[in-house]
């Protein structure tokens, strides 16, 4: 089966940038996807990477090694808004929906 | 064009009653998949749906189970429900299995007592 493992927790500053990563043991797989949820609100797609490398949207940014079995999301300039869950989740191959998510981390954005 | 709309938003059952849940997805969205969100467990798989036909299931019990209509409408049913159901039932939908975005409903809070 698929294991994804993320922190639990970041906290970071106002402006700062931070990174979360994403380590996974999976036997196949499209692509590595990120999702953010605010407390109450439904996750909403952030970022998509089927290819190695970084893909950048905005703010946000996706990095995938499928050799290093790692990949991670970068939020740049930290808004007071992105105090979020954040989710990496694999797309398993074979044509399925099935999504499989890591177990989020927490951040918190202080001023 | 309007979200993915599942309904109720939050309801309290007890313990060996049942409950059904729907959700209705985006516009010309064919693929239907649910999920349970619990603090300790994060977002679990339930099952997956794509023209009126379960694809894909999880690890859960027997006592879930859901359908898809023809107008891509889904249910999902929890039977005799047990204290440990009570979770954050998530629905999403895309437009046909394999794609890479998922767009997710508000939810259904469940709370058994």
């Known amino acids: 089966g698929q294991s994804l493992e993320q922190p639990s927790e970041v906290t970071a500053v106002e402006g700062a940038i931070v990174q979360i990563n994403c380590t996974y043991q999976?036997?196949?797989?499209?692509?590595l996807s990120w999702y953010q949820q605010h407390d109450g609100g439904a996750p909403t797609f952030l970022s998509y990477n089927g290819l190695d490398g970084l893909e950048e949207t905005g703010r946000f940014s996706s990095f995938l090694s499928r050799s290093d079995s790692y990949g991670y999301l970068l939020l740049q300039e930290l808004q007071m808004k992105d105090s979020a869950s954040y989710f990496c989740a694999v797309q398993e191959s074979g044509g399925y929906q099935k999504v499989t998510f890591g177990t989020g981390t927490k951040l918190q954005v202080i001023p | 064009k309007a979200g993915v709309t599942q309904t109720p938003r939050y309801l309290i059952k007890t313990r060996g009653q049942q409950v059904t849940l729907s959700c209705s997805p985006i516009?010309?969205?064919?693929?239907v998949s649910w999920y349970q969100q619990t603090p300790g467990q994060g977002l679990q798989f339930l099952f997956e749906y794509f023209s009126e036909t379960q694809r894909n299931k999880g690890n859960f019990p027997g006592r879930f189970s859901g359908r898809q209509f023809s107008n891509s409408r889904s249910e999902m049913n929890v039977s005799t429900l047990e204290l440990g159901d009570s979770a954050l039932y998530l629905c999403a939908s895309s437009p046909e299995p394999g794609a890479n975005v998922l767009t997710f409903g508000a939810g259904s809070r469940l709370t058994v007592l």
């Open positions: 516009s010309g969205h064919r693929s």
């Open positions: 999976t036997s196949g797989f499209y692509g």
